[in-house]
């Protein structure tokens, strides 16, 4: 099976690599393009951008989400911004660097040709964002303005407040309602894509239940694109929207596309900690933050008592009393270390006793003397709406006192495996975004998801899929009534069927926070192979109780929220397992990866790429069998691997 | 805390709705509305049905359904009426962003959905707004195509007119101003997005016609007229100004001119 993986990267110079390859890519020509349907699943920047796309380009494009509306997409809540290669700073920033930052960061583990193309379109991107109208921060003299990012050393990264994400997919869904009003895409919000439908091996649909009807409904199409996001959500609590979930990747995955590198989940290092027992999700603090914040704990742990018994002030513990130790252990990089290293020297401190709040699992993140030597005018403007919303979770005001922060999940790395163009291990399917594993490999850097989603949406998909459809547009449209559609369907009902017929006492909350806390315990900032091991029998168990104990209430044929929240919920117990068992496999600290066996004496990260230079692509052998692992060997044929080092 | 909830429940779009009261306890002054409403509904769950609905004859309503997504303030997707305002008791807020510590212990909270004819009810507190995405449709983007911008920086923007249009961009298309509209206007929402456009030179060539096409297309819809009352102004969840409905009028008058 290992001739499954065939990653299609052309050969010849890195940098001529996309070029090359879009030179050999079959078109289609304008006449046939109507002719051929294709189906994107989600709507977030990678869904909407390609969707619009493609309908410009000409296809008939139906596009699903889950939400009332595509605008609702979670990329809409990243904050700080998105990376591209512009130098506009005159910063000696270019196309290498943003690669070489991007595979750095990434504690190489992503496909060279893969990346070096991302970054050799990042410039596009912003160029068409302006075009659309996304209003970027603007220096006074009218030009672009930027700002710097965790893991690198330029600034190369363009911002709408704290509200890029927002702006960036209001652009995009602006396209794409523009090709909705000229009718060559059809939006279906309120849909749930339940299953794939494959047919003599390709993808031609898909099964949604319709979530205002709760009826079942088949789409067939040429080709089938998934841009579903992450399944960070197998945490409970993680910085993603309450409806993100993995199950249309999952549902591709059971029907033969592997999986990549499912262990590797960032945990980002500036969120607000965790509040009590009813909280059902945490808020993400923008990592833009840190170009201006300083993140310190007591060095006195007789202030720490103080301070969680509220006896004193973080701001009335005075300079040389407090340790700022990104600064202290990382000088090269300080406060600006990739996320991965951010989030563990906060669990590192916090573990150490030094935490700042009663829970113990909380450290500083400082505006003094951003305030003091920008002014308040220009930090307003910077971060104006992150302190507001801050202040409105919290009570307490940035602008008086420090905010208090702690790591939580936000983005998985890992997703659908895709070739260069790509195409999963599923011809016709196609996975962009989040949802595909390509261009991040043990960590991403920040302010580079949007820069991804955009590039594959805008940029790379419109132009490789046409190579699969190139001999499609003679063929039939694909039949509903196939055999196959039949049998995705009948199987969708049961799984339906039987969640209503357990009738249990838990609700699916108390099941996912269970999951939850498993996840975050053993597959979480720190795992070690008795961990891993144990995770993978808790969540057996805990599915079990599921299947035993679970309440689905109301029907199928209506609105019906926990049947949503159910039939997701039965995905991430399979996901979380899988993530465990790839974690277990992956016997080295790498990225967002941290294994305790795995790691040197002064604490830090230990990569073994003598063993686990690879991608980790599971192929799925059936329900309760243990999935088959395949390797994508990773080759670096234009860059010297080194030890990340963000001391010097 | 303890609070009396009276939520209104509504089986379907074609079913008569009605209020039913719960009550809550335990609940921390920090959680969120929202986090409040997810532990009513573990108690609805739990209990299999409501006794108070029950009682009066009501067979099971079962959990409370709202529609909610990114808990932070962004994606637009909540949307109460609470105690007669959207987004409830806390100025510049979406629901999601509301927290208990706004109400008092022991009070009665009254939960609705947003009222308009042109948001009609899917269910309990979920209400269909794709209105707004079909406004959107009719005008509210620049026609550029994938591929065929220039650079970015040779188109110049003065830092005032980038923050102005930011300021107008951050409407998260919630629908609290035509729910606190006395006539059910969407004139903020759209002029949110028009202003946002004709501020800056890209959005200048269709600046005239995406007014002109947008206020039709809200007419269609059956949201109601403007009469500057200022209502969806001061319940935006974003504090868009109506200084852009300013604008938008202007918009809208030269394509009139025009025609």
């Known amino acids: 099976m290992a001739e499954k993986l065939i990653s299609k990267i052309p050969d010849g110079p890195l940098a001529e690599k996309w070029t090359k390859r879009k030179s050999e890519l079959r078109l289609v020509n304008p006449n046939n393009r109507r002719k051929l349907e294709i189906i994107v699943v989600g709507t977030g920047l990678g869904g909407a951008s390609a969707a619009a796309s493609l309908g410009e380009l000409g ?238 704990v007591p060095k006195k742990m007789e202030d720490v008592i103080k301070l969680r018994e509220k006896k004193i002030k973080p701001s009335q513990i005075p300079e040389e009393d407090r340790d700022y130790y990104l600064e202290r252990r990382y000088p090269a990089f300080g406060n600006l ?260 066996e795995s790691q040197t004496e002064e604490g830090e990260a230990k990569r073994d790429d003598a063993n686990y230079m690879y991608v980790a692509a599971w192929e799925y052998k059936g329900e309760d069998q243990e999935p088959e692992l395949h390797k994508e060997p990773l080759k670096y044929e234009f860059i010297e691997v080194k030890t990340r080092n963000y001391k010097e | 805390m303890d609070f009396n909830l009276k939520i209104w429940r509504q089986k379907n779009a074609r079913e008569k709705g009605h209020f039913e009261t719960y009550h809550i306890s335990g609940i921390e002054e920090d959680a969120s509305f929202l986090e409040m409403l997810d532990i009513l509904n573990e108690q609805l769950i739990r209990e299999g049905c409501d006794p108070v609905a029950v009682e009066r004859g009501c067979q099971s309503s079962g959990p409370v359904s709202f529609d909610h997504d990114c808990r932070e303030g962004i994606c637009g997707a909540c949307s109460l009426y609470i105690d007669g305002r959207a987004h409830g008791p806390d100025d510049h807020v979406t629901t999601c962003q509301l927290f208990m510590r706004h109400f008092k212990d022991g009070a009665t909270i009254t939960v609705e959905p947003f009222r308009s004819p042109a948001f009609p009810i899917i269910k309990d507190l979920v209400v269909d707004r794709t209105a707004f995405d079909k406004i959107l449709q009719a005008g509210g983007f620049i026609s550029v195509r994938t591929g065929a911008a220039q650079d970015g920086n040779t188109i110049l923007i003065p830092h005032d007119n980038a923050e102005k249009s930011m300021d107008a961009a951050a409407c998260v298309g919630c629908g609290a101003c035509v729910a606190t509209c006395k006539n059910g206007s969407a004139m903020l929402f759209v002029a949110a997005r028009v202003s946002s456009l004709a501020l800056l030179p890209q959005g200048r060539p269709e600046a005239a016609r995406r007014a002109k096409n947008m206020v039709a297309k809200m007419e269609e819809l059956g949201f109601g007229g403007c009469t500057n009352t200022r209502a969806c102004e001061m319940e935006c969840p974003k504090g868009i100004s109506i200084d852009h409905i300013a604008r938008l009028n202007r918009e809208f008058l030269k394509a009139k001119f025009r025609d």
């Open chain 1, 337 to 596: 270390v990739p996320r991965d290293v951010a989030s563990r020297a906060a669990k590192e401190r916090c573990d150490a006793g030094f935490g700042v709040n009663e829970t113990g699992l909380a450290v500083f993140l400082d505006f003094a003397d951003a305030i003091k030597r920008l002014g308040h005018q220009r930090v307003q403007e910077r971060y104006g709406n992150l302190f507001d919303m801050y202040f409105k979770i919290n009570n307490v005001s940035p602008w008086e006192e420090p905010m208090m922060i702690y790591p939580a999940i936000h983005y998985t790395m890992g997703g659908i495996w895709v070739d260069y163009d790509l195409q999963t291990t599923i011809p016709g399917l196609y996975a962009i975004g989040e949802a595909n594993f390509s261009d991040h490999g043990g960590n991403r850097l920040g302010a580079s998801a949007l820069m991804q989603g955009l590039a594959d949406g805008y940029f790379v998909l419109p132009v490789t899929i046409a190579d699969y459809l190139s001999n499609k547009f003679a063929e039939p449209k694909t039949d509903i009534n196939d055999p196959a559609f039949e049998e995705a369907e009948k199987a969708v009902q049961a799984r339906i069927d039987k969640l209503f017929s357990i009738k249990g006492n838990k609700t699916v909350d108390s099941l996912h926070k269970k999951l939850g806390n498993i996840m975050w315990e053993y597959v979480g900032m720190a795992r070690s192979e008795e961990g891993l091991k144990k995770a993978i029998e808790e969540i057996k168990e805990l599915k079990k109780e599921f299947y035993e104990n679970v309440r689905v209430p109301g029907e199928q044929n209506e609105f019906n929220q926990e049947l949503e929240k159910a039939l997701r919920l039965e995905d991430f117990f399979e996901i979380g397992e899988l993530m465990a068992r790839d974690a277990l496999n992956r016997n080295e600290s790498c990225g967002g990866h941290f294994r305790v």
């Open chain 1, 59 to 296: 296809y008939n494009v139906k596009v699903f989400c889950i939400s009332d509306s595509p605008r609702r997409a979670h990329s809409i809540a990243a904050q700080g911004g998105i990376n591209a290669a512009k130098n506009y700073q005159n910063d000696n920033d270019a196309v290498y660097r943003l690669f070489y930052d991007t595979i750095k960061g990434g504690d190489y583990r992503s496909r060279e040709a893969n990346v070096y193309r991302l970054a050799e379109v990042s410039s596009a991107i912003i160029d068409q964002c302006v075009a659309q109208g996304v209003p970027f921060a603007r220096e006074y003299g009218g030009y672009l303005a930027n700002r710097s990012f965790g893991g690198v050393q330029v600034s190369r990264t363009f911002y709408a407040r704290g509200q890029t994400g927002q702006q960036l997919l209001l652009g995009a869904y602006a396209a794409l309602n523009r090709q909705v009003a000229a009718g060559t895409v059809k939006s279906y919000p309120r849909h749930e894509m339940l299953d794939l439908v494959v047919i003599n091996g390709q993808a031609k649909g898909i099964i949604a239940r319709n979530l205002v009807t709760g009826k079942l409904e088949r789409f067939g199409a040429h080709a089938v694109v998934i841009a579903t996001g992450g399944y960070g959500n197998a945490y409970f609590l993680s910085t993603n929207a309450m409806n993100s979930n993995g199950s249309a990747a999952w549902q591709c995955y059971k029907k033969g596309a592997f999986f990549a590198n499912p262990c590797f989940a960032q945990i980002h290092p500036t969120c607000i900690p965790v509040h009590g027992e009813q909280q059902c999700k945490l808020t993400l603090m923008s990592e833009s933050l840190r170009n201006d914040g300083r993140i310190w």
